[in-house]
C-alpha cells in the first residue's frame, strides 16, 4: 500500500504559478503510475496529469496542456505538480493518486489541497 499526503494549494491571482508536491509512503513508491486530478465545486472529479513509474511519460487533460507539468522523484518518494498561467476556472480541490502499473483505475489517493484562482 502507499499513502499520499498533497501539500502546496493556496490561493493565487490569475496568471499566476502553484506548484503541488505529494509525498507518498513506503518502499515500493517507483511499482506506482502517478496522477492528479481535481474536482471543482458542484463537478465531478475529472484527470489531470500522470507519470509512468520511471517518470519518462507523461500525460496530460488537453486543457493542461502547457501549462500544467507533472514530475516525479523517485528517490524522495514524491510528486510534483507546476501549474503556470492558472485560470479561474482550474480553482479546484487537487487530488494525488496512486495506481500499481498494469492496473486500469488509481486506487490510492490523498486527502486533497485546495487551489484558488482569483480573476
Known amino acids: 500500500q502507499v499513502q499520499l499526503v498533497e501539500s502546496g494549494g493556496g490561493l493565487v491571482q490569475a496568471g499566476g504559478s502553484l506548484r503541488l508536491s505529494c509525498a507518498a509512503s513506503?518502499?515500493?513508491?517507483?511499482?506506482?503510475?502517478m496522477g492528479w486530478f481535481r474536482q471543482a465545486p458542484g463537478k465531478e472529479r475529472e484527470f489531470v496529469a500522470r507519470?509512468?513509474?520511471?517518470?519518462?511519460?507523461?500525460y496530460y487533460a488537453d486543457s493542461m496542456k502547457g501549462r500544467f507539468t507533472i514530475s516525479r522523484d523517485n528517490a524522495k518518494n514524491m510528486v510534483y505538480l507546476q501549474m503556470d498561467s492558472l485560470k479561474p476556472e482550474d480553482t479546484a480541490v487537487y487530488y494525488c493518486?496512486?495506481?500499481?502499473?498494469?492496473?486500469?483505475?488509481?486506487?490510492?489517493w490523498g486527502q486533497g489541497t485546495q487551489v484558488t484562482v482569483s480573476s
Open positions: 493518486a496512486a495506481k500499481l502499473v498494469g492496473r486500469s483505475v488509481f486506487n490510492y
Open positions: 507519470v509512468t513509474t520511471s517518470g519518462g511519460s507523461t
Open positions: 513506503g518502499r515500493t513508491f517507483s511499482t506506482y503510475d
